[in-house]
């Protein structure tokens, strides 16, 4: 009986030693990546700062930083980051500009042209009012949602995407296209029915979420980048690409906007349909054959050249963001695993920059469009923004503590 006791003693302090120096590890991996991103994002606001204008980075470009304008679809990002170093270092110097670089972006409360107003706002106002709950923020969400509705169409009980009378989207003969990162917009109208009561806002998410499921997934669940709608009849006209190798193919960043969307569905219904669509989306990431093992996928899943197709680094970033949240919400260790495992692959000199690079962005090796030889194989501002969004999780989830 006593070298029972001595054996399971044992067994107990070397279980525990074993997880003290895994977490010990895992806040390790936190701090450097926090000092880091510190460093790095010092350079690139300091360059800014001295241009005296409000300029948003996107990418870095033969050798230059591309800024864009307040109604692009990425300049919430960039605020965004600033919003998420304050959260991981407390440092004020962060919060203030993040204030001002956000406050740059409220004209963009009224833009009604395309769909992409849930990333600007959302990323900005939205981490700024969680922050510093600035009620000035919380108007700006809501007008923002109101405009964002103004693109619902009733009979197809979708929110279109982009407008179809100029640029290339009006040489595809589409009706009402929407493509699959859509569902990345509707946490911002999930937002606004809980700071305004207004039900029309969750009513509207939720149609669009559950006709993404009926029309944008394949039986394996797969999904198609681009789904045009009948705005009569409201049914599905044709499935297509516009930014993955071929209409029949998985883009790799859609299948990501795919996994995080409806992992946030879920957050605000508890709907477990939602929760099914998220989790059988990484699934298919999961066991398809051509999924690399550092984790980090090829720009499509079905690329031709694989395994000498380009990666891209943003989608492995959402992915990681989405993954710890499912391990909150369905308390499954293997999602938070599959997530360090990508943060870890992300944070090596394989896909992070070093000091002083490309522009003073984090990551490397992202994929904007292929189809339209746009932004391939660079740096880009939303994939350093999961990855912050993800480090921020991280932490709170080896604490065990919930994150909104």
Not at 38 to 54: G, M, P, R, V
Not at 190 to 216: C, M, P, Q, R, W
Not at 306 to 329: F, G, N, T
Request: with cysteine; aromatic share 14%; charged share 20%.
């Amino acid at each position: 009986m006593l070298n029972y006791m001595k054996k399971l003693l044992l067994l107990f302090i070397t279980i525990f030693s074993v997880l003290f120096c895994q977490g010990k590890n895992q806040n390790k991996f936190i701090d450097k990546n926090i000092k880091f991103a510190e460093k790095q994002y010092a350079l690139q606001t300091t360059i800014i700062e001295k241009s005296d204008k409000l300029l948003y980075p996107h990418s870095f470009i033969n050798g230059k930083v591309r800024y864009v304008q307040p109604g692009d679809w990425t300049s919430g990002f960039f605020p965004g980051n600033l919003w998420y170093l304050y959260e991981l270092t407390d440092n004020e110097k962060w919060k203030l500009l993040g204030e001002k670089y956000t406050q740059g972006l409220e004209p963009v409360k009224y833009l009604t042209n395309h769909h992409d107003i849930g990333f600007i706002i959302g990323c900005s106002f939205g981490n700024g009012l969680r922050l510093t709950n600035n009620q000035i923020y919380k108007d700006v969400i809501i007008q923002a949602a109101k405009s964002l509705s103004t693109r619902f169409r009733p009979a197809a009980g979708i929110i279109q995407s982009w407008n179809i009378n100029s640029g290339w989207q009006a040489e595809r003969g589409w009706q009402c296209p929407v493509i699959i990162d859509n569902m990345m917009n509707l946490e911002l109208l999930f937002k606004a029915t809980e700071l305004s009561g207004d039900s029309s806002f969750y009513k509207i998410a939720v149609s669009h979420a559950d006709k993404t499921i009926e029309n944008h997934f394949r039986p394996d669940y797969s999904t198609w980048h681009v789904v045009d709608y009948d705005l009569k009849s409201g049914a599905a006209r044709s499935k297509q690409t516009a930014q993955g190798y071929s209409d029949n193919s998985t883009w790799a960043r859609g299948q990501a906007w795919a996994i995080y969307g409806f992992t946030v569905c879920y957050r605000e219904t508890k709907n477990l349909q939602y929760l099914k669509q998220a989790e059988k989306a990484f699934e298919f990431v999961v066991h398809h054959p051509n999924f690399p093992k550092d984790g980090v996928p090829y720009w499509d899943f079905n690329a031709p050249d694989i395994p000498d197709a380009l990666r891209d680094a943003s989608a492995a970033a959402i992915m990681a963001s989405a993954l710890y949240e499912l391990s909150i919400h369905t308390q499954n260790e293997y999602y938070k695993k599959w997530a360090d495992k990508l943060m870890h692959s992300l944070a090596s000199s394989k896909y992070r920059n070093g000091l002083g690079e490309n522009g003073n962005f984090l990551l490397k090796h992202c994929v904007g469009s292929i189809p339209h030889g746009s932004e391939i194989d660079v740096p880009l501002i939303y994939a350093d923004y999961y990855f912050l969004e993800a480090l921020t999780r991280k932490r709170y989830v080896e604490k065990s503590l919930y994150f909104r």
